[in-house]
């Protein structure tokens, strides 16, 4: 039965939080009012909201709850808490799971960067840059400072373990502190310059660059002053590309929005030391609430308990809770933190590049990439991995019945797969092998030619358990590849069947395999690449024992060589066409003669017979 509108009358006339819920009693709505019986009849008034959703929500409502509050502050907390407890459907919601991406300098005697996330506070396990809630913007720039300065990429373990310098000490991307290839000083340097980037003080870097160049060139050591000649150039360009310089930004975040119906999608770009450093987008679909609200809730929800607020928040509209919000997040940063919605002037002209960014994406709308990014992280962090997975490739070997054996490859980018670089292998020099046999094999194969080419994989699976891991780990050490991280993945009992099955995850340096819950979608993906692989290998076993059948069978006839063979499965496609085929069709083919069809017919009616 819908809500009686009459009962309206009943309701406080104070600050408070409402929540509509249907005739289940699940909530479908939560908003606040600094005068709830007010703000109740606008819903059910002939002319009272005009908002598009509205009316569809008020159809599900059957029954209307209050919670009063002190204060409008009060009433805010409360609203917050309540929407990430219930999750409306009506409602702007972030999830509740977010997490802070930082860049971490670790401690320990050659430091290392490394991409973490955290909720709430850092671990105070190093020097954290940050944070980042864009995975994408947090590992462009680890890439940049990979690429400018030869840190190790290596685990402590895999550092420890090492006896010669890795690939990337050849093509001078480390130094090499492993074998002590360089010294403290040195390479504390790098790392001070590391951190300085991050900072923000790309010039200061650039200014030590030019006089360590200087200073190469002058000692005559021309190949060491290129060195730096190509980071300082690497810097100025992503600079220039990056960061957009405006005077009316200092230390702050600007907020843009765009709407259509009950679809919603807020930009935000953040302006550090007057640069614009990157942006963040967020969609939102089937909201009830007005623009001013949306902005209001998403401050509170994405302020709350971010451990590094700007000093300022500049959003396009009024908000009427802005004084309670300031409180509260002075409360969180433990400072002031001003909201500002400026009427003119370059602070202005902010808003507007806020609210044309939040038009573009909405058109283009990411959510989907950026769920995959998401997941791709989770998965780093979930296998303790040195290396983001974007690209992840998966072997599968298959001897069924010890005849023809076969592996093959496929690669996933971004979480897709990308079909180019799917590849299958014939296992060489032998007509019988086994999976150890056969996967050390292909692995050795591809990645021999791989490190000829400088492109690996960031992720490698094997099919199998610890066996196969240490085999790939054994290549890896073989051809000194030290930028490939690897986990073996087998099934329960060696099962290629879906279903939820319990998988065991073996990596390096791990005794006991990890364990996924099987309804993890992180599981999911692995279980797809690694499915993926199988199929292909299957199929392409399949294949090639079709093809020995083929060419056995016809290889009894008389008359019919390899050629004429050839011949007539290039123009039938199988020996079963063959079979069917008519008198007219096979004396088309080339070389054919009447001799040839005699045999080709008998051979044809040998399964009649049979």
């Known amino acids: 039965m819908p809500f009686d509108s009459s009962q309206l009358t009943l309701y406080p006339d104070q600050p408070g939080v409402y929540l509509m819920q249907d005739a289940e009693g699940k909530v479908l709505y939560i908003g606040k009012a600094k005068n709830l019986k007010s703000r109740l009849k606008q819903y059910f008034a002939e002319y009272g909201d005009q908002r598009e959703m509205v009316p569809y929500l008020i159809a599900q409502v059957e029954t209307i709850d209050t919670i009063i509050a002190l204060t409008e502050k009060d009433a805010l907390i409360l609203e917050n808490n309540l929407i990430k407890r219930h999750q409306p459907k009506y409602n702007v919601l972030l999830k509740d799971d977010k ?123 021309f190949e060491k002053a290129n060195t730096y000649l190509q980071m300082i150039h690497q810097i100025e360009h992503v600079t220039q590309v990056q960061h957009v310089d405006h005077p009316g930004a200092k230390n702050c975040d600007v ?64 908000l009427s809770e802005k004084e309670a919000l300031v409180e509260i997040l002075a409360e969180t940063a433990d400072k002031k933190v001003a909201i500002a919605t400026p009427e003119r002037g370059k602070k202005r002209d902010l808003i507007e590049m ?26 780093q962090e979930t296998l303790q991995l040195v290396r983001f997975p974007r690209r992840i490739e998966c072997f599968d070997t298959s001897n069924i019945a010890g005849t023809d054996p076969v592996a093959s490859l496929v690669c996933f980018v971004n979480g897709e797969k990308d079909k180019s670089r799917t590849r299958l292998f014939k296992i060489k020099g032998m007509e019988k092998a086994d999976d150890y046999t056969a996967m050390r094999q292909v692995l050795y194969r591809h990645f021999k030619k791989e490190k000829e080419k400088q492109d690996f994989c960031d992720l490698l699976i094997v099919d199998g358990g610890k066996g196969q891991l240490n085999i790939a780990l054994d290549i890896f050490r073989e051809l000194e590849i030290a930028t490939v991280d690897v986990i073996a993945l087998t099934k329960e009992e060696a099962r290629h069947d879906k279903g939820l099955t319990q998988e065991k995850i073996y990596v390096p340096y791990r005794k006991d395999p990890l364990l996924i819950d099987p309804r993890s979608p992180l599981l999911f993906l692995l279980q797809k690449i690694r499915d993926e692989a199988h199929r292909q290998t299957i199929e392409f076993h399949r294949k090639r024992r079709s093809k020995r059948t083929f060419s056995s069978s016809l290889d009894e006839l008389v008359g019919i060589g390899p050629v004429k063979k050839k011949r007539l499965l290039k123009r039938f496609g199988s020996v079963k066409a063959i079979k069917a085929a008519t008198v007219d069709e096979l004396r088309a083919v080339d070389g054919i003669n009447e001799t040839d069809i005699e045999t080709l017919i008998k051979f044809s009616q040998q399964d009649k017979k049979a």
């Open 99 to 221: 997490t802070f991406i930082s860049l971490v300098v670790t401690r320990h005697k050659w430091p290392m960067i490394r991409i973490v996330r955290d909720k709430g506070s850092p671990k105070q396990n190093g020097i954290y840059f940050g944070p980042y809630t864009n995975a994408l913007a947090a590992r462009q720039t680890f890439d940049l400072i990979s690429r400018l300065f030869p840190l190790r990429q290596c685990s402590d373990a895999e550092l420890a373990s090492r006896e010669r310098p890795c690939l990337l000490y050849d093509i001078k991307r480390c130094i090499a502190p492993c074998v002590n290839k360089c010294t403290e000083d040195e390479y504390a340097k790098h790392v001070e310059s590391a951190m300085r980037l991050l900072k923000g003080k790309d010039t200061e870097v650039i200014k030590e660059l030019k006089r360590a160049m200087e200073i190469a060139s002058e000692a005559l050591e």
């Open 255 to 318: 907020v843009g929005i765009y709407r259509e119906a009950d679809a919603v999608m807020i930009a935000l770009l953040l302006f550090r030391d007057g640069k614009l450093i990157g942006s963040e987008h967020f969609s939102f679909h089937l909201i009830a609430s007005n623009d001013a609200e949306i902005i209001e809730s998403f401050v509170l929800q994405h302020y709350k308990n971010n451990p590094s607020l700007p000093q300022e928040i500049i959003v396009p509209l009024e």
């Open 354 to 379: 806020a609210l044309r960014n939040a038009k573009a994406l909405f058109v283009r709308e990411q959510d989907a990439r950026s769920l995959k990014e998401k997941m791709l992280l989770d998965l």
